[in-house]
């Protein structure tokens, strides 16, 4: 069992950036690869970036390419989102979500077991 807990999201300009971080609990936490999710009003979630449970593999959405980093401190359980050059289609609620022990990093959302209550970007022009 693996809880998640993010944060860091807020109000920022467009071109700005933003730092999410995600709080991961539970004795298989930094045996799991994690990505994070977003979900914009009226649309689908959608994968944003994901990285294996030692770091060494990180996958990310085209639309994010350049933009977004994704990184983990397994010493301290957490996993973060750096987000630069923010774009107003960017707005949107983001989740931490975690794969089982050991699985690889995936853009799959149905493949990710645990899943934080999320927390909200606004990007505005």
């Known amino acids: 069992q693996v809880q998640l807990v993010e944060s860091g999201g807020g109000l920022v300009q467009a071109g700005g950036s933003l730092r999410l971080s995600c709080a991961a609990s539970g004795g298989t936490a930094s045996r799991t690869s994690l990505g994070w999710f977003r979900q914009a009003p009226g649309k689908e979630r959608e994968f944003v970036a994901a990285?294996?449970?030692?770091?060494?593999?990180?996958v990310y959405a085209d639309s994010v390419k350049g933009r977004f980093t994704i990184s983990r401190e397994n010493v301290k359980n957490m996993v973060y989102l750096q987000m630069s050059s923010l774009k107003p289609e960017d707005t949107a609620v983001y989740y931490c979500a975690a794969r089982g022990v050991l699985n690889g990093p995936s853009d799959l959302e149905n493949s990710y077991r645990y899943w934080g209550q999320g927390t909200q970007v606004t990007v505005f022009s």
């Open positions: 990285i294996g449970w030692n770091g060494g593999t990180t």
